[in-house]
Each structure stands twice: as C-alpha cells, then as structure tokens.
C-alpha cells in the first residue's frame, strides 16, 4: 500500500500542477460564463471545463481501470479506485477575481478516502493529506499542518462560504444559531476555510448541501492534522451533505447538538386578523 500510495501522491501533485496551468490562464481574464441553473446560479466556465476534461483524460490513461467522479464530467466504473474531482471550488469566487478558489483532488479504496489534495493556485498554496500525514507546500517550502487546540464552542472561530447556499432556510436558521455561540464568525473561503482549519487558523467549518467533490479531498487533510469531519447526521461526509469540521470529537458535539435543535415554527397570523 505504502508503494501504491507514494505512487498516486505523485500522480495527483502531476494532476494538480496541469489544472494550475489551466485555471491561472484564464483568472482575472474576460470569459464566457454559463449558468447551469434554471432558477438560481451555478457558474461554469472553460476553466472549470478544460481542467475537468484534462485531469479525466490523464486518469484514463495511466489508471484505465479507475472509476472518476467529477463536477463537469464523470466516468463511473466498477473499481477498486475511485478518483473524485472539483476543478475549481469556488467558481463564484474565480469569477469575481477573488484568489480562494482550488482544484480538489481524492482517491478512494473501496469507499474509504486514501488520499485528499487542495490546491489554491492564485496564493500558490497546495495541502495534502494521507496515511496520518498532513502537510502544505507554499512557495515550495512543505510545512506540517496541525489544528488548533481549541476544545469550546465560546472561544472557536466560525467559517462558512455563505449560508445563502445552504440547503434551506432551516439550516441557514440553524448555523445562525450555532453564530451566536462562537467568538467570531466569518463568511467566505469555499474550501481554503478547511485548509485554513488544518493549518490552525480556524476552529470550526459548517456547510450544507455539499456534493462529494466539494468535500472529499478535505477530508484527508483535516482529519491527519488531527481535526474532526462529520455530517450533522454523525456520518461519513463520502456522499456530502450537511459538513461539520471542526477541532475535536468534543466540539463536534456542541455543535451537532446545537445545529440539529429544532427550529421554532413560524408565526401564523390567523384568518382575518392583520
């Protein structure tokens, strides 16, 4: 396993480096952007495309028997390995030319996730995680992750991309609850807020409504610099979901706890009254 896993590492720094490639040609430059919404917005761009179609085709020929599963493309088979991509997390943000976007790479061995990368191209940071390792290369200088030893809720820093894209509006309710727990809540970050969190810059990341590509490759990461990732369910986030990540076993209970309260039902005015 060590040899293979030494083997995939390698190959997914060679997957990440190409979709760099891609994604800063076309940063901060006039592009076409599609809508893949009908009723709300859900960007695309050739980046996204390009990225998505590139790191598939490297896949399919050097891993021909592994499955891929991705944002923009998808070639599902019955493997051993599965691949899972997001070419660029935080489409909304590379669009407006903010610079915490990243490609997510993991790899999969019969459901359980060996491997997890994040690449946040336009700072020239990349983060890995894998078999207890957990690791970030800036300016090509490679620095163990650690989280923070934060262990209650009162003293933790909150992050999340945006509660407008939550599932619904009681979860919005939800994390607004769980808000006014913490010390300081911030907005913003798609997935450079988890890194952050392994890099012990952040105590708490919640979301909901993620898709396995918004979230698998942060779970090596986080987990091996000794953080905690569940669901609000307390499952594996394999399939996404609704995420708690967090500094411990501990806070992940508060705020599962608090999260998951029942929100009060909202008032009715009766017939004919104003």
Same mark, same amino acid.
């Given at each position: 396993?060590?040899? /293979?896993?030494?083997?995939?590492?390698?190959?997914? /720094?060679?997957? %990440? &480096? !190409?979709?760099?490639?891609?994604?800063? +040609?076309?940063?901060? $430059?006039?592009?076409?952007?599609?809508? $893949?919404?009908?009723?709300?917005?859900?960007?695309?761009?050739?980046?996204?495309?390009?990225?998505?179609?590139?790191?598939?085709?490297?896949?399919?020929?050097?891993?021909?028997?592994?499955?891929?599963?991705? !944002? !923009?493309?998808?070639?599902?088979?019955?493997?051993?390995?599965?691949? @899972?991509? &997001?070419?660029?997390?935080?489409?909304?943000?590379?669009?407006?030319?903010?610079?915490?976007?990243?490609?997510?790479?993991?790899?999969?061995?019969?459901?359980?996730?060996?491997?997890?990368? %994040?690449?946040?191209?336009?700072? &020239?940071?990349?983060?890995?995680?894998? !078999?207890? $390792?957990?690791?970030?290369?800036?300016?090509?200088?490679?620095?163990?992750?650690?989280?923070?030893?934060?262990?209650?809720?009162? #003293?933790?820093?909150?992050?999340?991309?945006?509660?407008?894209?939550? %599932?619904?509006?009681?979860?919005?309710?939800?994390? #607004?609850?769980?808000?006014?727990?913490?010390?300081?809540?911030?907005?913003?970050?798609? @997935?450079?807020?988890?890194?952050?969190? %392994?890099?012990?810059?952040?105590?708490?990341?919640?979301?909901?409504?993620?898709?396995?590509?918004?979230?698998?490759?942060? #779970?090596?990461?986080?987990?091996?610099?000794?953080?905690?990732?569940?669901?609000?369910?307390? +499952?594996?986030?394999?399939?996404?979901?609704?995420?708690?990540? @967090?500094?411990?076993?501990?806070?992940? +209970?508060? @705020?599962?706890?608090?999260? /998951?309260?029942?929100?009060?039902?909202?008032?009715?005015?009766?017939?004919?009254?104003?």
């Amino acid at each position: 396993m060590k040899k /293979n896993i030494k083997k995939f590492l390698d190959f997914s /720094n060679i997957l %990440a &480096d !190409e979709a760099r490639l891609i994604s800063l +040609k076309y940063f901060k $430059k006039k592009i076409r952007i599609k809508n $893949k919404k009908k009723n709300g917005f859900d960007p695309v761009t050739v980046a996204d495309i390009k990225i998505q179609k590139k790191l598939n085709r490297l896949i399919l020929k050097y891993f021909p028997d592994h499955s891929i599963i991705g !944002e !923009e493309e998808t070639h599902s088979k019955k493997s051993t390995y599965e691949w @899972c991509i &997001d070419p660029i997390d935080g489409t909304k943000s590379f669009i407006q030319g903010m610079p915490l976007w990243g490609t997510l790479i993991s790899l999969s061995e019969n459901g359980n996730i060996i491997l997890g990368l %994040a690449d946040i191209p336009a700072l &020239d940071e990349r983060y890995i995680g894998y !078999e207890k $390792k957990a690791y970030k290369i800036v300016n090509g200088k490679k620095t163990k992750l650690k989280i923070r030893d934060k262990n209650k809720i009162s #003293e933790s820093i909150l992050n999340t991309t945006s509660p407008y894209l939550f %599932a619904n509006k009681s979860d919005q309710l939800s994390f #607004e609850r769980l808000s006014k727990k913490v010390k300081l809540t911030r907005l913003g970050g798609d @997935c450079y807020s988890y890194c952050l969190l %392994a890099d012990g810059h952040v105590d708490i990341v919640v979301e909901s409504g993620l898709n396995p590509w918004d979230i698998r490759a942060l #779970e090596p990461i986080i987990i091996n610099a000794g953080g905690f990732l569940k669901t609000w369910d307390n +499952k594996k986030i394999f399939d996404g979901g609704r995420i708690i990540a @967090c500094t411990s076993n501990k806070v992940f +209970k508060q @705020c599962r706890d608090i999260l /998951n309260k029942k929100n009060p039902p909202k008032n009715k005015t009766k017939m004919g009254l104003i």
